[in-house]
């Protein structure tokens, strides 16, 4: 680590009263959390700030992005079996049936660890945008900017398939439910009722690295979600152009939408006796100032070349590399992001839609990625995957059905990449690692266990892991050696 950046370490004791206080106070929080995410209420910029330059980001900034795959994506058709009996038994009736690609359609890859079988990549993965001649993720594996994180999963405990079926071991609740098994990968806390999620909680704990930030360290391209609900640090919201306006709002002083907009900002600043006007108007005022200075900076051209495609997940990438561009101007050294892109819940025609999807993800991820080497801090930013859950490894005629465990994809100048971290699963249906009989896997790696890894490069020690991942003491490997 830089060591002008020393690994933080904050009073422990105020740090864990604070998160006992947010159990008692989740209601109130909820309700401040989504006055916050109004924060994209402003009047309009007026054009006149400056980007900053490529190459003006301190050496000890550091940003994660948590890229959700919201609805459960096939990582069996991510990351494919390519030796010829692993690829004959992938693609067999007992195996994918309908739903396995054909081996024109895989990438082969080398992952530096041999596990004894070999290994490709859905095509669609080294998918690049539309006349920039760049090259996908497929290409950042093999230069070593992405690492594949295998059988990734919810867990309360490590669980073997035996413990799974006596139900000799504690198990998340609502296994296979999108919301619920959303809200636990974000929160990795399954056994508790949800509070806080852990971006949220690695926020509150690394926040003072932030001396002056001017707007949250804790952005959301694609409205509230739990991974980024902190005790202390809210989560600002804004879109994937930038800053939201308010509608009819205006800066002049004769026209009805700035005479609007004066009796509204009059309003907030009137002295109210009840708390929760008296919060209502702080966080709102704070949220508009908060949306006017992110509209300044994000006004004029972007500080890079690089192109992002034109799909809803280009843009909040796109934004994303501005707002780490002008971390600077808003005080900020510590940064943490969160986009989404639906419609991985492919129950039918899941074929050609993965493909679609697989593709924007590798045109839009490998373009932060180089935007971000543009802006000279490749190695500050890591873009992480996360989604609800895996799927079935059999088909159920045309698509598939919730499962567990799946592979992630983790993308940086500082990830040790060209390589698969963790276990995969064994591939056998009503095999070792199913816990069923249609090849739902079981977790070979905890949610844990991934954050750990990226919150220790992010600056938490490991004395201090345990307040962003209460359970980590349960699990073998905190760190995955990935980053």
Not at 154 to 166: C, D, G, I, M, R
Not at 237 to 255: F, H, K, Q, R, W
Not at 411 to 427: R, S
Request: hydrophobic residues 40%.
């Amino acid at each position: 680590m830089n060591p002008k950046n020393p690994t933080f370490d904050p009073n422990r004791r105020k740090f864990i009263g604070a998160c006992c206080a947010a159990v008692g106070a989740t209601g109130m929080l909820s309700t401040l959390a989504q006055l916050r995410l109004m924060g994209a209420v402003a009047s309009p910029d007026n054009g006149s700030a400056v980007p900053p330059r490529a190459g003006a980001l301190p050496a000890d900034y550091k940003a994660l992005v948590c890229l959700f795959l919201a609805g459960g994506n096939d990582a069996n058709n991510m990351i494919v079996p390519f030796d010829p009996a692993g690829y004959a038994a992938y693609a067999s009736a007992a195996g994918r049936g309908a739903l396995a690609l054909t081996r024109a359609q895989l990438l082969a890859i080398s992952p530096k660890t041999d596990d004894g079988r070999s290994w490709a990549l859905h095509s669609s993965l080294n998918a690049d945008v539309a006349g920039t001649n760049n090259t996908g993720l497929k290409s950042l594996f093999d230069s070593g900017q992405l690492a594949i994180l295998a059988n990734v999963g919810t867990l309360v405990v490590p669980t073997s398939k035996a413990q799974y079926t006596a139900r000799a071991v504690p198990l998340p609740p609502q296994l296979f439910s999108h919301s619920d098994q959303q809200v636990e990968w974000q929160s990795s806390v399954p056994d508790k009722p949800f509070a806080t999620g852990w971006g949220g909680r690695l926020a509150d704990l690394t926040n003072a690295f932030n001396a002056n930030n001017r707007v949250s360290m804790s952005i959301s391209l694609n409205g509230q979600n739990s991974f980024q609900v902190g005790r202390n640090v809210v989560q600002f919201a804004v879109n994937a152009g930038g800053a939201i306006s308010l509608t009819g709002s205006s800066t002049s002083a004769t026209n009805p939408a700035g005479l609007r907009t004066r009796a509204q900002n009059d309003l907030l600043a009137a002295q109210n006796t009840n708390l929760f006007e008296t919060a209502f108007s702080g966080i709102t005022s704070g949220a508009i100032s908060n949306s006017a200075l992110l509209s300044g900076i994000l006004s004029g051209s972007p500080p890079f070349a690089t192109t992002f495609s034109g799909t809803a997940l280009g843009q909040q990438l796109r934004t994303i590399a501005r707002l780490i561009a002008a971390a600077p101007q808003l005080g900020l050294t510590r940064q943490i992001f969160f986009a989404r892109i639906g419609g991985w819940d492919l129950h039918d025609q899941q074929l050609g839609a993965h493909a679609n999807l697989f593709a924007d993800v590798s045109r839009n991820v490998s373009a932060l990625y180089r935007a971000t080497a543009e802006l000279g801090c490749a190695d500050q930013v890591t873009t992480f995957t996360a989604s609800d859950f895996g799927r079935t490894y059999n088909t159920n005629g045309d698509g598939s059905d919730h499962g567990w465990g799946s592979n992630h994809l983790v993308v940086g100048g500082a990830v040790k990449g060209g390589d698969i971290y963790g276990t995969m699963a064994n591939l056998t249906i009503r095999g070792p690692d199913d816990a069923g009989t249609r090849g739902s896997w079981i977790p070979t790696t905890s949610v844990d266990e991934y954050a750990a890894t990226l919150a220790t490069w992010f600056g938490v020690s490991p004395t201090n892991l345990p307040l962003v991942l209460p359970n980590i003491g349960r699990f073998a490997n905190p760190g995955m050696g990935f980053l």
